[in-house]
């Protein structure tokens, strides 16, 4: 699943752990298909990618909140080659095609119905 693995390094990129990684994907598509009639898509800009990163951050920074954990800091060599191997195969910066927001809609809401 495309926006799974996306979400995925998203996630390790904000430095959740694996182990609470599947909770926040579950509680980010939730969060999205309960709130999608919020979803407007006015401008080419909106990228339904950009709308769920937002959800996203919010429910990485609600899981810190909760959990009282810090966001672990990275740097150097190490970290700049991880961030240009996810930059370059998982998140494009074209705009998703109506065919990719139907599909993911549909992933969400199978995701909320269990």
């Known amino acids: 699943m495309p926006g799974r693995r996306w979400l995925s390094c998203t996630l390790h990129l904000s430095g959740v752990v694996r182990e609470d990684a599947e909770d926040i994907i579950q509680e980010t598509f939730q969060g999205a298909a309960s709130s999608m009639e919020s979803f407007q898509?006015?401008?080419?800009?909106?990228?339904?990618?950009?709308?769920?990163?937002?959800?996203?951050?919010?429910?990485?920074?609600?899981?810190?909140?909760?959990?009282?954990?810090?966001?672990?800091?990275?740097?150097?060599?190490?970290?700049?080659?991880?961030?240009?191997?996810?930059?370059d195969g998982v998140l494009p910066e074209e705009e998703d095609s109506p065919a990719e927001i139907s599909a993911l809609y549909q992933r969400a809401l199978l995701l909320v119905k269990g």
């Open 41 to 87: 898509r006015e401008a080419p800009g909106q990228a339904f990618r950009a709308w769920l990163r937002g959800i996203t951050r919010n429910k990485v920074l609600t899981h810190f909140r909760r959990n009282g954990r810090i966001v672990p800091g990275s740097g150097g060599t190490d970290a700049m080659l991880m961030l240009q191997q996810i930059s």
